[in-house]
Protein backbone atom coordinates (compact mmCIF):
# COMPACT_ATOMS: atom_id res chain seq x y z
CA UNK A 1 0.00 0.00 0.00
CA UNK A 2 1.45 3.21 -0.93
CA UNK A 3 0.95 6.08 1.67
CA UNK A 4 0.75 9.90 0.39
CA UNK A 5 1.90 12.68 2.17
CA UNK A 6 3.81 15.34 -0.10
CA UNK A 7 3.00 18.56 -1.56
CA UNK A 8 1.52 19.52 -4.74
CA UNK A 9 1.25 22.74 -6.38
CA UNK A 10 -2.20 22.92 -8.07
CA UNK A 11 -1.98 25.88 -10.15
CA UNK A 12 -2.85 29.77 -9.77
CA UNK A 13 -6.79 29.55 -9.57
CA UNK A 14 -8.35 28.50 -6.19
CA UNK A 15 -9.50 25.49 -6.57
CA UNK A 16 -12.16 23.04 -4.31
CA UNK A 17 -10.24 19.26 -3.17
CA UNK A 18 -12.03 16.55 -2.52
CA UNK A 19 -11.16 12.60 -1.94
CA UNK A 20 -9.96 10.66 0.37
CA UNK A 21 -6.85 11.45 2.81
CA UNK A 22 -6.61 14.92 -0.04
CA UNK A 23 -6.77 17.90 2.48
CA UNK A 24 -6.54 22.05 1.38
CA UNK A 25 -3.31 23.49 3.35
CA UNK A 26 -3.06 27.19 1.52
CA UNK A 27 -4.87 29.30 -0.87
CA UNK A 28 -2.99 32.32 -1.95
CA UNK A 29 -4.34 34.63 -4.68
CA UNK A 30 -1.16 33.45 -6.73
CA UNK A 31 -0.73 29.74 -5.17
CA UNK A 32 -2.92 26.91 -4.28
CA UNK A 33 -0.53 24.29 -2.54
CA UNK A 34 -2.53 20.83 -0.99
CA UNK A 35 -0.63 17.98 0.56
CA UNK A 36 -1.88 14.51 0.27
CA UNK A 37 -2.38 12.99 3.81
CA UNK A 38 -3.01 9.14 4.84
CA UNK A 39 -6.43 8.06 5.89
CA UNK A 40 -5.06 6.96 9.01
CA UNK A 41 -3.37 8.38 11.55
CA UNK A 42 -1.76 8.79 15.33
CA UNK A 43 -2.85 12.24 16.31
CA UNK A 44 -1.39 13.97 19.76
CA UNK A 45 -2.51 16.96 21.28
CA UNK A 46 0.94 17.64 23.25
CA UNK A 47 -0.54 17.16 26.37
CA UNK A 48 -2.46 13.61 27.57
CA UNK A 49 -2.40 11.41 24.66
CA UNK A 50 0.59 8.98 23.53
CA UNK A 51 1.18 5.24 22.81
CA UNK A 52 3.44 2.79 25.24
CA UNK A 53 4.53 -0.44 24.14
CA UNK A 54 5.55 -2.90 27.28
CA UNK A 55 9.25 -3.48 28.06
CA UNK A 56 10.97 -6.20 25.85
CA UNK A 57 14.36 -6.93 25.40
CA UNK A 58 14.11 -7.21 21.37
CA UNK A 59 12.78 -3.96 21.39
CA UNK A 60 16.01 -2.87 23.19
CA UNK A 61 17.96 -2.84 20.15
CA UNK A 62 21.87 -1.84 20.57
CA UNK A 63 22.22 -0.22 16.35
CA UNK A 64 19.29 -0.11 13.90
CA UNK A 65 16.91 2.11 12.85
CA UNK A 66 13.95 4.05 13.78
CA UNK A 67 11.72 5.46 11.40
CA UNK A 68 8.17 7.06 11.05
CA UNK A 69 6.26 9.80 9.55
CA UNK A 70 5.84 12.95 11.45
CA UNK A 71 3.64 16.08 11.01
CA UNK A 72 4.30 18.85 14.08
CA UNK A 73 1.35 21.07 14.30
CA UNK A 74 3.00 23.56 17.28
CA UNK A 75 4.04 27.19 16.60
CA UNK A 76 7.70 27.51 16.95
CA UNK A 77 8.87 28.09 20.54
CA UNK A 78 5.48 27.17 22.01
CA UNK A 79 7.12 24.58 24.33
CA UNK A 80 9.48 27.20 26.12
CA UNK A 81 12.18 25.41 25.61
CA UNK A 82 11.37 21.89 25.65
CA UNK A 83 12.27 19.64 22.56
CA UNK A 84 8.95 17.69 21.55
CA UNK A 85 10.21 13.64 21.28
CA UNK A 86 8.73 11.62 18.73
CA UNK A 87 9.70 7.69 20.29
CA UNK A 88 12.10 6.55 23.07
CA UNK A 89 12.74 4.49 25.69
CA UNK A 90 13.51 6.31 28.91
CA UNK A 91 12.02 7.16 32.38
CA UNK A 92 11.12 10.59 33.29
CA UNK A 93 14.73 10.41 35.44
CA UNK A 94 17.11 11.29 32.81
CA UNK A 95 19.11 8.40 33.84
CA UNK A 96 17.64 5.65 32.93
CA UNK A 97 17.36 6.81 29.23
CA UNK A 98 18.29 4.39 25.88
CA UNK A 99 17.72 7.01 23.56
CA UNK A 100 14.58 9.46 22.80
CA UNK A 101 14.07 11.04 19.05
CA UNK A 102 13.16 14.98 19.21
CA UNK A 103 12.57 17.61 17.38
CA UNK A 104 13.43 21.12 18.15
CA UNK A 105 10.98 23.46 19.39
CA UNK A 106 11.50 25.95 17.39
CA UNK A 107 11.20 23.23 14.42
CA UNK A 108 14.74 24.21 13.18
CA UNK A 109 16.05 20.47 13.48
CA UNK A 110 15.93 17.02 14.83
CA UNK A 111 18.35 14.80 17.20
CA UNK A 112 18.61 12.27 19.95
CA UNK A 113 19.01 12.52 23.81
CA UNK A 114 20.92 9.12 25.22
CA UNK A 115 21.05 10.11 29.16
CA UNK A 116 24.37 12.40 28.77
CA UNK A 117 24.11 14.25 25.75
CA UNK A 118 20.91 16.09 23.57
CA UNK A 119 22.41 16.36 20.23
CA UNK A 120 21.01 17.85 17.07
CA UNK A 121 21.31 18.21 13.41
CA UNK A 122 19.57 21.38 11.34
CA UNK A 123 17.18 20.99 9.35
CA UNK A 124 14.11 23.69 8.72
CA UNK A 125 10.62 22.10 9.37
CA UNK A 126 7.17 23.32 8.73
CA UNK A 127 4.54 23.68 11.44
CA UNK A 128 1.39 21.26 9.40
CA UNK A 129 3.83 19.77 7.06
CA UNK A 130 4.17 15.90 6.91
CA UNK A 131 8.35 14.33 6.83
CA UNK A 132 9.77 11.30 6.91
CA UNK A 133 12.29 10.67 9.53
CA UNK A 134 14.47 8.04 10.02
CA UNK A 135 17.39 7.82 12.65
CA UNK A 136 19.75 5.35 11.73
CA UNK A 137 21.58 4.26 15.26
CA UNK A 138 25.21 3.30 15.42
CA UNK A 139 27.96 2.70 17.50
CA UNK A 140 28.18 5.80 18.53
CA UNK A 141 26.86 8.20 16.14
CA UNK A 142 23.04 8.47 14.57
CA UNK A 143 22.07 9.84 10.78
CA UNK A 144 19.36 11.93 10.35
CA UNK A 145 17.49 11.24 7.09
CA UNK A 146 14.58 13.83 5.83
CA UNK A 147 12.13 12.69 3.23
CA UNK A 148 14.54 10.09 2.28
CA UNK A 149 17.36 12.43 2.20
CA UNK A 150 20.18 12.11 4.46
CA UNK A 151 20.97 15.14 6.60
CA UNK A 152 23.85 15.08 9.07
CA UNK A 153 24.63 12.97 11.90
CA UNK A 154 25.61 13.42 15.26
CA UNK A 155 28.11 12.02 17.81
CA UNK A 156 25.51 9.87 20.08
CA UNK A 157 23.98 6.66 19.69
CA UNK A 158 21.65 4.98 22.16
CA UNK A 159 22.62 4.10 25.61
CA UNK A 160 22.63 0.58 25.88
CA UNK A 161 24.03 0.26 29.54
CA UNK A 162 20.14 0.90 30.41
CA UNK A 163 17.34 -1.69 30.32
CA UNK A 164 13.57 -2.74 31.09
CA UNK A 165 12.52 0.68 29.56
CA UNK A 166 9.28 0.51 27.91
CA UNK A 167 9.11 2.25 24.06
CA UNK A 168 6.98 5.31 24.61
CA UNK A 169 5.45 7.39 21.24
CA UNK A 170 4.96 11.02 21.51
CA UNK A 171 6.49 11.40 24.55
CA UNK A 172 9.37 11.03 26.12
CA UNK A 173 8.17 8.77 28.71
CA UNK A 174 4.70 8.02 30.20
CA UNK A 175 4.40 10.11 32.91
CA UNK A 176 6.39 13.18 31.92
CA UNK A 177 4.30 15.71 30.22
CA UNK A 178 6.74 18.67 28.73
CA UNK A 179 7.87 17.02 25.80
CA UNK A 180 4.99 15.28 24.39
CA UNK A 181 4.33 15.50 20.88
CA UNK A 182 1.94 17.70 18.95
CA UNK A 183 1.13 16.76 15.48
CA UNK A 184 0.98 13.39 14.33
CA UNK A 185 2.39 10.12 13.24
CA UNK A 186 2.08 7.44 11.33
CA UNK A 187 4.16 4.40 9.81
CA UNK A 188 6.54 3.75 12.91
CA UNK A 189 9.17 0.79 12.44
CA UNK A 190 11.48 -0.39 14.82
CA UNK A 191 14.75 -2.17 12.71
CA UNK A 192 17.25 -3.95 14.26
CA UNK A 193 19.59 -3.60 11.50
CA UNK A 194 21.28 0.06 10.14
CA UNK A 195 18.88 0.51 7.42
CA UNK A 196 20.84 2.30 3.56
CA UNK A 197 19.59 4.90 2.23
CA UNK A 198 18.50 3.59 -0.94
CA UNK A 199 16.24 1.21 1.29
CA UNK A 200 15.00 4.00 3.51
CA UNK A 201 14.22 5.96 0.49
CA UNK A 202 12.53 3.27 -1.25
CA UNK A 203 10.65 2.29 1.41
CA UNK A 204 9.31 5.67 3.29
CA UNK A 205 6.00 5.96 1.34
CA UNK A 206 4.84 1.98 1.36
CA UNK A 207 4.04 -0.64 4.04
CA UNK A 208 6.65 -2.90 4.36
CA UNK A 209 6.08 -6.51 4.87
CA UNK A 210 5.61 -7.76 8.27
CA UNK A 211 8.16 -10.33 8.19
CA UNK A 212 11.17 -7.83 6.26
CA UNK A 213 14.41 -8.93 7.77
CA UNK A 214 15.53 -7.18 10.70
CA UNK A 215 11.97 -5.64 11.22
CA UNK A 216 11.46 -6.00 15.38
CA UNK A 217 8.73 -3.71 15.47
CA UNK A 218 5.82 -2.11 12.97
CA UNK A 219 3.19 0.37 14.03
CA UNK A 220 1.17 1.39 10.72
CA UNK A 221 -1.59 3.09 12.31
CA UNK A 222 -4.42 1.46 10.94
CA UNK A 223 -8.14 2.54 10.84
CA UNK A 224 -9.37 1.63 14.40
CA UNK A 225 -6.38 2.85 16.11
CA UNK A 226 -8.26 5.53 18.00
CA UNK A 227 -11.84 4.89 16.88
CA UNK A 228 -14.31 4.39 19.18
CA UNK A 229 -14.20 0.32 18.39
CA UNK A 230 -10.67 0.44 19.83
CA UNK A 231 -11.99 2.07 23.11
CA UNK A 232 -12.15 -0.98 25.23
CA UNK A 233 -8.62 -2.14 24.44
CA UNK A 234 -7.00 0.70 23.36
CA UNK A 235 -4.73 -1.43 21.23
CA UNK A 236 -1.67 -0.43 19.71
CA UNK A 237 -0.93 -2.53 16.92
CA UNK A 238 2.09 -4.27 15.95
CA UNK A 239 1.64 -5.69 12.49
CA UNK A 240 5.16 -6.92 12.95
CA UNK A 241 5.97 -10.88 13.36
CA UNK A 242 6.36 -10.22 16.84
CA UNK A 243 3.13 -8.89 17.69
CA UNK A 244 4.79 -6.02 20.40
CA UNK A 245 1.15 -4.44 21.16
CA UNK A 246 0.61 -1.50 22.82
CA UNK A 247 -2.17 0.84 24.00
CA UNK A 248 -2.54 4.41 23.33
CA UNK A 249 -3.87 6.70 26.18
CA UNK A 250 -6.30 9.60 26.55
CA UNK A 251 -8.58 8.95 23.33
CA UNK A 252 -11.88 8.35 24.41
CA UNK A 253 -13.75 10.43 27.46
CA UNK A 254 -15.40 7.82 29.92
CA UNK A 255 -19.00 7.16 30.00
CA UNK A 256 -20.70 6.39 33.16
CA UNK A 257 -24.07 4.70 32.65
CA UNK A 258 -27.03 2.82 34.74
CA UNK A 259 -26.51 4.43 37.62
CA UNK A 260 -29.40 5.59 39.95
CA UNK A 261 -29.66 7.85 42.62
CA UNK A 262 -30.49 7.01 45.87
CA UNK A 263 -33.81 6.69 47.72
CA UNK A 264 -34.32 9.95 48.89
CA UNK A 265 -31.70 12.02 46.77
CA UNK A 266 -33.14 14.47 44.40
Not at 152 to 166: L, M
Not at 209 to 218: D, F, M, T, W
Amino acid sequence: MTKKYFTHHLGRAPQLLFGAGLGLLAAAPSLVQAQMSPAYTLPLNGTTQYGLVPNTPTLEIATGTVEMWVKPNWAPGSYNGANPCLIGERTVDNANTRFSLHLRDDLTGLGIWNGSYFMTVNYAFTQGQWYHIAAVLKAGATDFYVNGTYVNSTSNGINTGVSSTKLCLGAAAAIDTRERFKGELDEVRVWSTQRTAAQISANKSTSVAANSAGLVAYYPIEQNTTDISNAKTALLKDYGTSSFHGQVYNYWVPVITGISPASGVV
